[in-house]
């Protein structure tokens, strides 16, 4: 089942290709900036600049008089209101276009991190795995394919997809997982897959279990570093939030 931010997971994925010659570093890197330069774009096409301008003018003045009034307790408290109130009308104006900004980047977000959360385990490599709440009745197929290292079960990852079978009293509950994983998890179907799908299946629906974790080790883009700076999320939201800030200047927007 995929979900409606899958749609646009075929495009992104011909552009990755076609970026092909790069590092995985620099190819999010880009994803970032192009995202930034789509978000500052959607923002001051919705945005009512000169009405932020005022608003932020007004604010200016307000601060300037309150500044002035000293003493004056009823001026002050005048002045704080009116501060308040402007304040408010500027985060209404700014609100919607800045919601509806965002709304472009959560496609290439969700296809980031499902393209380059997680490093692909090799060929027969052991992954552990657990089963929740517990693996009672799941068998699994080829023989050989589910280990068990201090009683707790070790995948042999696959090299191809569909090679294994997961199996309850009923019936196969799960093929896979693919050779490439898009997340660490495979569970039922749930609401939220309407919006976005997992890319590693599903679970059969009256499954004996609710799902199977995989522990997969993060992608590292950037070799050395602390693991929080190493991921994609640092190189992603890092050149996304630089491309917008330098935009924002260059271009003046409020």
Same mark, same amino acid.
């Given at each position: 089942?995929?979900?409606?931010?899958?749609?646009?997971?075929?495009? !992104?994925?011909?552009?990755?290709?076609?970026?092909?010659?790069?590092?995985?570093?620099?190819?999010?890197?880009?994803?970032?900036?192009?995202?930034?330069?789509?978000?500052?774009?959607?923002?001051?096409?919705?945005?009512?600049?000169?009405?932020?301008?005022?608003?932020?003018?007004?604010?200016?003045?307000?601060?300037?008089?309150?500044?002035?009034?000293?003493?004056?307790?009823?001026?002050?408290?005048?002045?704080?209101?009116?501060?308040?109130?402007?304040?408010?009308?500027?985060?209404?104006?700014?609100?919607?276009?800045?919601?509806?900004?965002?709304?472009?980047?959560?496609?290439?977000?969700?296809?980031?991190?499902?393209?380059?959360?997680?490093?692909?385990?090799?060929?027969?490599?052991?992954?552990?795995?657990?089963?929740?709440?517990?693996?009672?009745?799941?068998?699994?197929?080829?023989?050989?394919?589910?280990?068990?290292?201090?009683?707790?079960?070790?995948?042999?990852?696959?090299?191809?997809?569909?090679?294994?079978? !997961?199996?309850?009293?009923?019936?196969?509950?799960?093929?896979?997982?693919?050779?490439?994983?898009?997340?660490?998890?495979?569970?039922?179907?749930?609401?939220?897959?309407?919006?976005?799908?997992?890319?590693?299946?599903?679970?059969?629906?009256?499954?004996?279990?609710?799902?199977?974790? !995989?522990?997969?080790?993060?992608?590292?883009?950037?070799?050395?570093?602390?693991?929080?700076?190493?991921?994609?999320?640092?190189?992603? !939201?890092?050149?996304?939030?630089?491309?917008?800030?330098?935009?924002?200047?260059?271009?003046?927007?409020?």
């Amino acid at each position: 089942m995929n979900g409606l931010l899958n749609l646009f997971f075929p495009l !992104f994925d011909a552009l990755d290709a076609g970026l092909g010659f790069l590092p995985p570093v620099l190819r999010v890197a880009l994803f970032g900036v192009l995202s930034g330069a789509l978000t500052m774009a959607v923002y001051r096409w919705s945005s009512n600049q000169e009405k932020i301008r005022h608003h932020k003018e007004e604010a200016r003045r307000i601060r300037r008089a309150l500044g002035a009034a000293a003493e004056d307790l009823s001026e002050t408290l005048r002045l704080t209101r009116a501060n308040l109130a402007v304040s408010l009308r500027l985060l209404g104006t700014v609100t919607g276009p800045a919601l509806l900004a965002s709304l472009p980047i959560l496609f290439v977000i969700v296809w980031v991190a499902t393209r380059y959360g997680w490093e692909p385990p090799p060929a027969a490599a052991p992954v552990a795995i657990t089963f929740e709440p517990a693996r009672d009745g799941v068998v699994v197929e080829p023989e050989g394919a589910l280990l068990e290292d201090g009683g707790e079960p070790v995948l042999r990852w696959p090299a191809t997809a569909g090679e294994i079978r !997961f199996r309850d009293a009923e019936g196969v509950i799960y093929v896979g997982p693919p050779p490439e994983p898009g997340a660490d998890v495979v569970h039922k179907p749930r609401w939220w897959n309407l919006l976005l799908g997992n890319e590693m299946g599903y679970l059969r629906e009256d499954a004996a279990i609710e799902a199977i974790r !995989f522990e997969l080790a993060p992608r590292r883009l950037i070799p050395v570093g602390p693991g929080w700076l190493t991921g994609w999320e640092a190189v992603y !939201f890092g050149s996304l939030l630089i491309a917008s800030l330098l935009l924002k200047i260059a271009f003046r927007i409020d």
